[in-house]
């Protein structure tokens, strides 16, 4: 194998395609958002944080400032032009407020779509400047799922068909299928490789 170095690029792709949701001037606006991460691992009464990296330049900011809320939306696949489109104009001059039907939950100025899959409400905790991007960090207060997108009472991939993201070729991607089991594949990989 001959590896070839190609520069200090970000390797972490796929990512998944979201649409973020904030209220700047107190008016609902959608951001997509690609550059989404996972902080921690929730157990008990420890909140779970989510991050989401928005250029400082972007609309959607003024809001989450404003308001100290936003949401996280997760689009599947058949949403991909909509969901695009959200990503290609600015809502500083194109309103974006009625291209979804909005759900609120407990929180007042995190609008949710109504008719994705998955949604989170998410409290501000950090933002972070990093160069031209702000990191919010948010704690999710709650998630609701379309209960047709539930198996055994848990939100399923094959029934979301998240949008995946690759910024490398510059592509949209669908899930490919489920390959194993986490903390039980390598359970057997001493015994197999002797
Ligand atoms: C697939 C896709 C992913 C994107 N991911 C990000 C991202 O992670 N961070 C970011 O700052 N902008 C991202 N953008 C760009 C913003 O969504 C876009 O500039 C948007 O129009 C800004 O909206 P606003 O000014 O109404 O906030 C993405 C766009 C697309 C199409």
Redesign the pocket.
């Known amino acids: 194998m001959k590896r070839i170095a190609i520069g200090p690029k970000n390797g972490l792709y796929p ?1 998944l ?1 979201t649409i973020v949701g ?1 209220e ?1 001037d107190d008016k609902p ?8 991460g996972i902080m921690n691992h929730a157990t008990g009464a420890v909140p779970q944080y989510l991050s ?4 400082r ?5 003024k809001g989450i400032h404003e308001h100290g809320e936003f949401s996280i939306n997760i689009p599947s696949v058949k949403m991909m032009q909509v ?2 489109y ?7 001059t ?1 309103d ?1 407020s009625e291209l979804f039907p909005i759900a609120r939950g407990t929180l007042k100025h995190a609008p949710m779509i109504a008719d994705v899959p998955l949604s989170m409400e998410c409290k501000l905790v950090q933002a972070i400047t990093l160069g031209h ?1 702000e990191i919010f960090i948010g704690e999710v207060v709650e998630t609701f799922v379309d209960e047709s997108c539930l198996t055994d009472g848990k939100p399923d991939l094959e029934k979301i068909d998240p949008l995946l ?1 690759d ?1 490398m070729k510059i592509d ?1 991607w669908s899930l490919g299928q489920r390959v194993g089991l986490p903390w039980r594949e390598g359970k057997t990989y001493k015994t197999d490789n002797k």
Request: hydrophobic content about 40%.
């Open positions: 990512s395609t904030a700047p606006n959608w951001i997509t958002i690609a550059h989404v989401i990296g928005l250029n330049s972007h609309y959607t900011n969901t695009d959200v990503g290609l104009v600015s809502g500083a194109t974006k991007h993201f910024f949209y």
